[in-house]
């Protein structure tokens, strides 16, 4: 499937496209536009889009991407919840302080973007930051 959202990727730019490969769609395509160029492209190429104006899949009541989506696909792993919480404080700039984790991962977006301007290549990159994270997650979760 393809799956579209705005270019010039961030926390929740990164932490979608990890879940839907990882969780979702091991086989997901993604693409990158400009935000106001989303709708049309997703409608000329049937790409479901994420984490952009308008999309289901995004920021809606108090939710960022990253937890529309798990909740749009029924993902109720704790380890999951636990790295969606770290993901929202990162991404919704109010809630930043709300997990001690997020200030980190909101700096490690930022070097990322810094370093690998392609959104593709920062991906690439930064999915090794998510999976140690999932497993981090995974053991407090295990730890209670």
Same mark, same amino acid.
Not at 50 to 77: Q, T, V, W
Not at 88 to 97: E, G
Not at 124 to 140: G, I, K, N, S, T
């Given at each position: 499937?393809?799956?579209?959202?705005r270019?010039?990727?961030?926390v929740?730019?990164?932490a979608c496209?990890w879940?839907?490969l990882?969780?979702?769609?091991?086989?997901?395509e993604f693409?990158?536009?400009?935000?106001?160029?989303?709708?049309? $492209?997703?409608?000329?190429? =049937?790409?479901?889009?994420? !984490?952009a104006? @308008?999309?289901e899949l995004?920021?809606h *009541?108090?939710?960022?991407s990253?937890?529309?989506?798990?909740?749009?696909?029924?993902?109720k792993?704790p380890a999951?919840?636990?790295?969606?919480k770290?993901v929202h404080?990162?991404d919704?700039?109010?809630?930043?302080?709300?997990?001690?984790?997020?200030?980190g991962?909101?700096? $490690?977006a930022?070097g990322? =973007?810094?370093?690998?301007? !392609?959104?593709? @290549?920062?991906l690439?990159?930064?999915? *090794?930051v998510?999976?140690?994270?999932?497993a981090w997650?995974?053991?407090?979760?295990a730890?209670?």
């Amino acid at each position: 499937m393809k799956w579209i959202t705005r270019s010039h990727v961030h926390v929740d730019r990164v932490a979608c496209p990890w879940l839907i490969l990882r969780f979702i769609d091991n086989e997901a395509e993604f693409l990158f536009v400009p935000s106001s160029q989303v709708k049309k $492209v997703a409608a000329e190429t =049937g790409a479901i889009p994420f !984490d952009a104006p @308008e999309a289901e899949l995004s920021h809606h *009541e108090g939710r960022c991407s990253f937890e529309s989506i798990m909740l749009k696909y029924e993902l109720k792993d704790p380890a999951l919840a636990r790295l969606a919480k770290i993901v929202h404080c990162a991404d919704v700039t109010p809630d930043i302080d709300k997990d001690p984790v997020a200030r980190g991962l909101e700096a $490690v977006a930022v070097g990322y =973007g810094l370093r690998f301007p !392609d959104d593709e @290549e920062n991906l690439a990159h930064q999915f *090794e930051v998510y999976d140690a994270l999932y497993a981090w997650c995974r053991l407090q979760v295990a730890k209670g």
